[in-house]
Each structure stands twice: as C-alpha cells, then as structure tokens.
Nanobody, 122 residues
C-alpha cells in the first residue's frame, strides 16, 4: 500500500523555522511528482509547493515564495519542506501528496499523507 507519512510539525514562534519531512513507501518515489498542501481551520486546502520527479523544477504559492523551500531525496524516498520566517498565517495542517504528473491542484493528486500540524505563535 502507498503510504505518505509527514513529520516535523509543531509549535514555533513567528519568525522561526521548521522543517517538515514526508516519508514515502509503497510506490516508485522517483516516478511521482510531489507536493505540499495546507489547510487552516475553517478554510479550504490550498497549494503550497510542488517539485518534479528528480527535483529539477519547483513551484510555490505566492504566499510562501521566498520563505519556503521544497526539496526531495529520492535515495531516501523523502520529501522536505523547509519553512523560514514563519508567520501566524502559516498555521495549518500540512499535507504531502504524490501524483504521476506535475500538478498544483489538490483534487488532482492521487495519494495523501495524514498531515502534520504546524502552529506559529505571535
């Protein structure tokens, strides 16, 4: 079975940094583009960042551009999201997702992790 397991979430002060990880199993990791999404309380799930199969291209939501960095290590079957200069508005459950295509819309992704909570205090 395909499994995506996020980790690294927690409580951080505004201006701080956090690194999320997503461990993948049950799939050929390098054959999947990967994405990070987030969902704040009472809001729709939104796109955060995406990365191509070998990491050659990335794309970010305007709200996180310049602050977040998506990366992947195919040898470790792991996706990362480095989050710097965190703001209270970044508070959300963060999900990793996998899809055979390089896409930005949540409803186009095939596989999802369970999410990890990120809370940024003011």
């Amino acid at each position: 079975q395909v499994q995506l397991v996020e980790s690294g979430g927690g409580l951080v002060q505004a201006g701080g940094s956090l690194r999320l990880s997503c461990a993948a199993s049950g799939l050929t990791f390098s054959s999947y583009a990967m994405g990070w999404f987030r969902q704040a309380s009472g809001k729709e799930r939104e796109f955060v960042a995406a990365i191509t199969w070998s990491g050659g291209r990335t794309h970010y939501a305007d709200s996180v551009k310049g602050r977040f960095t998506i990366s992947r290590d195919n040898a470790k079957n792991t996706l990362y999201l480095q989050m710097n200069s965190l703001k209270p508005e970044d508070t959300a459950v963060y999900y990793c997702a996998a899809d055979p295509f390089y896409r930005y819309n949540a409803d186009e992704y095939d596989y999802w992790g369970q999410g990890t909570q990120v809370t940024v205090s003011s």
